[in-house]
């Protein structure tokens, strides 16, 4: 019977089912299922399935299809036997299915939703997908009790070689070691500590030393800049004195005047020639 499916385009619900269905008749023969080799099992499966379907699709894509339909319902099985476990009394199916549901979207690894209903309804009762029993309740968040080591045969799963279970956690560490290892931790947070102390300490030394250079400077450059200042003054004085008409002055000022500029001149002859040769200045007639 010719198909209307594309080679190579998206799996339908019933290429699904169709998968499934074959995938079990041949795999779970009582006769042949565990003495066929893998070629062998996956060209009768292709060719059930193509009797079912209708479909054309190559046996590769039958083999890969089924690696992602066997890794969905192993996840599926692990999610119930979960919620079998952990189901409360007075709860029906519909909360049982509801937490297997939270139960598989926790796990990862794929879609966050089991779709695949009708392929379980096929699959469920195989070997390789029977729920066993865990023992005590679990809660959400906490690791299986028991892992499921049945397989259907070496065939069951062609390209499948991962478990589909959650691993289970690495084992606590017992007290001395955490105790240890908390020991190290906390020295080795001290000395981090006190280097970082001791890199503050050097930081701020240097700033300091620095601003003190800068504040040192600022006060030269000022203090040079005052004394600039009061040598220009003086020296503006001194000129005016010299400068000084008293030819209107009365002779008391001009006597006061005439003792300033000799100063000036004791002053500029001192600073230049020192004090010898300054007899000239008491000179009356000067």
């Given at each position: 019977m010719?198909?209307?499916?594309?080679?190579?385009?998206?799996?339908?619900?019933?290429?699904?089912?169709?998968?499934?269905?074959?995938?079990?008749?041949?795999s779970?023969d009582?006769?042949?299922?565990n003495?066929?080799?893998f070629?062998h099992?996956?060209?009768?499966?292709?060719?059930?399935?193509?009797?079912?379907?209708?479909s054309?699709?190559t046996?590769?894509?039958?083999s890969?299809r089924?690696?992602?339909l066997?890794?969905?319902?192993g996840?599926?099985?692990?999610?119930?036997?979960?919620?079998?476990?952990?189901?409360?009394?007075g709860?029906n199916?519909?909360?049982?299915?509801?937490?297997?549901q939270?139960?598989?979207?926790?796990?990862g690894?794929?879609?966050?939703s089991?779709?695949?209903?009708?392929c379980?309804?096929?699959?469920?009762?195989?070997?390789?997908?029977?729920?066993i029993?865990?023992g005590?309740?679990?809660?959400?968040?906490?690791?299986?009790?028991?892992d499921?080591?049945?397989?259907?045969?070496?065939?069951?799963?062609?390209?499948e070689?991962?478990?589909p279970f959650?691993?289970?956690p690495?084992?606590?560490?017992?007290r001395?070691a955490?105790k240890?290892k908390?020991?190290?931790?906390?020295?080795?947070?001290?000395?981090?500590?006190?280097?970082?102390i001791?890199?503050?300490?050097?930081?701020?030394?240097?700033?300091?030393?620095?601003?003190?250079e800068?504040d040192k400077a600022?006060?030269?450059?000022?203090?040079?800049?005052?004394?600039?200042?009061?040598?220009?003054?003086?020296?503006?004085?001194?000129?005016?004195?010299?400068?000084?008409?008293?030819?209107?002055?009365?002779?008391?000022?001009?006597?006061?005047?005439k003792l300033?500029?000799?100063?000036?001149?004791?002053?500029?002859?001192?600073?230049?020639?020192?004090p010898s040769?300054?007899?000239w200045?008491?000179?009356?007639?000067?």
């Amino acid at each position: 019977m010719a198909s209307s499916i594309e080679v190579g385009g998206s799996w339908s619900t019933n290429e699904d089912i169709a998968l499934c269905q074959s995938w079990v008749n041949i795999s779970h023969d009582p006769i042949t299922g565990n003495e066929m080799k893998f070629h062998h099992m996956w060209s009768k499966i292709h060719g059930e399935f193509c009797q079912r379907s209708g479909s054309i699709r190559t046996e590769m894509a039958l083999s890969s299809r089924w690696k992602l339909l066997n890794k969905e319902l192993g996840k599926w099985r692990n999610a119930l036997t979960k919620a079998k476990a952990n189901i409360q009394s007075g709860q029906n199916l519909t909360d049982e299915m509801v937490q297997a549901q939270m139960w598989f979207g926790a796990m990862g690894q794929g879609k966050k939703s089991f779709v695949h209903f009708q392929c379980w309804e096929i699959v469920k009762d195989c070997s390789r997908f029977k729920i066993i029993p865990t023992g005590p309740p679990v809660v959400m968040n906490e690791t299986p009790l028991h892992d499921s080591t049945s397989t259907d045969s070496p065939l069951d799963s062609p390209m499948e070689t991962e478990s589909p279970f959650v691993p289970r956690p690495p084992r606590p560490i017992g007290r001395k070691a955490a105790k240890a290892k908390r020991g190290a931790t906390s020295s080795n947070d001290c000395v981090q500590l006190l280097e970082q102390i001791a890199k503050s300490a050097t930081l701020r030394i240097e700033r300091d030393l620095k601003r003190d250079e800068m504040d040192k400077a600022r006060e030269e450059a000022y203090a040079l800049q005052q004394q600039m200042a009061q040598e220009k003054d003086i020296e503006d004085r001194e000129m005016k004195i010299m400068a000084m008409d008293t030819s209107h002055m009365s002779p008391e000022t001009k006597a006061y005047w005439k003792l300033r500029r000799r100063d000036v001149m004791r002053k500029k002859l001192f600073n230049d020639d020192g004090p010898s040769n300054t007899d000239w200045l008491n000179d009356e007639n000067h």
